[in-house]
Structure formats: C-alpha cells, structure tokens
C-alpha cells in the first residue's frame, strides 16, 4: 500500500515529507481493532509553521499550502507507523481545527482542500465524514491542524507469478 500512495502522489506531483516525531507525551499513530487514529498534524514545514490566523484577507493560495501541508504530514506519519500486514482500507473522519479570527465562519471551505486532496490520494476510499472547527490559536500559531481516523485491512502479499 505505501508504494501505491507514493505512486499516486508522484502522479500528483506530490512528495510524502519526513514522518513527523510527536513533540509531547503522545503516540503520533494508535491503531487498535482494526482503526488508526492519527494525532493533530499542524501546517508545519519543516521548523517552519504556516502561520494562522485566517481571516478574510488570507490568500487561497496559504490556505491550500496549510491544508495539503497537513494532509501530507499525516499521511507520512500514517504509512511510517502501521506494519507491513496491515493496507489503509478507507479514511473514516477527518477533523480540522481553524486558527481563526473571531467573525471568521468559512472553517468548511478551509478544510476542503485537505478533504479533495485524501480523495485525490485514495480514490473513493478517501472520502469521509468531516468536522471543521474554529479555535483561538493552535501549536506554533499554526494555521490548521487535522487529526485522521483511517480504517485499516490486513495486507495481502503479492507473490508473484510464474
């Protein structure tokens, strides 16, 4: 599975970043029956954040580079943790936080570009029930953060044919 989420992001044009280490007393990834939860992955480059808050003046173009920056982050994460018998089945939820000012109310139109980007990836296995919520301020005044629930299948090898 991590060879065709690679292949497919190559044919977006798109690279997996470095696999985030959690920066606190917490698990990135936690699978249990058979479901990968994905801890909050904020618009971070690198050590450099996509800064909040959005507002009405906060270009698209920021906003898209915050919510694939976070969808990558956490795909990375995802593929570096499950082992080799277990394949991502289908995104089940993605939650978004919104760093956001006050009269802001667009926190739905920020996460679509997180949510066309998981169908981008996975095909009809990306789509998922969604939650966008607006916050006063995020880790490193990021400007987004998105936790995942992913469903998982057991991997079956490919042997090869002779």
């Known amino acids: 599975m991590t060879t065709n989420i690679v292949g497919r992001l190559a044919q977006l044009g798109l690279t997996l970043p470095p696999s985030p280490s959690p920066r606190g007393a917490y698990e990135a990834v936690v699978i249990h029956d058979g479901i990968a939860y994905v801890s909050g992955q904020v618009s971070r480059v690198g050590d450099d ?6 507002d009405h003046d906060t270009p698209p173009e920021v906003i898209r580079h915050a919510a694939r920056t976070c969808v990558l982050r956490a795909v990375s994460v995802l593929v570096a943790t499950l082992p080799a018998t277990l394949a ?8 978004g936080f919104v760093n956001a000012v006050p009269d802001f109310a667009n926190h739905s139109q920020v ?9 981008d ?3 009809e296995s990306g789509r998922h029930a969604r939650s966008a919520l607006g916050v006063a301020s995020l880790p490193g005044v990021g ?9 998982l299948t057991s991997a079956t090898p490919t042997t090869p044919t002779t």
């Open 88 to 95: 991502i089945e289908r995104i089940l939820f993605l939650r």
């Open 111 to 119: 996460l679509d570009e997180a949510s066309a980007l998981l169908h």
């Open 49 to 54: 954040i996509i800064a909040g808050p959005v």
């Open 143 to 151: 400007l987004l953060e998105i936790e995942l629930t992913v469903a």
């Open 121 to 123: 990836i996975f095909g």
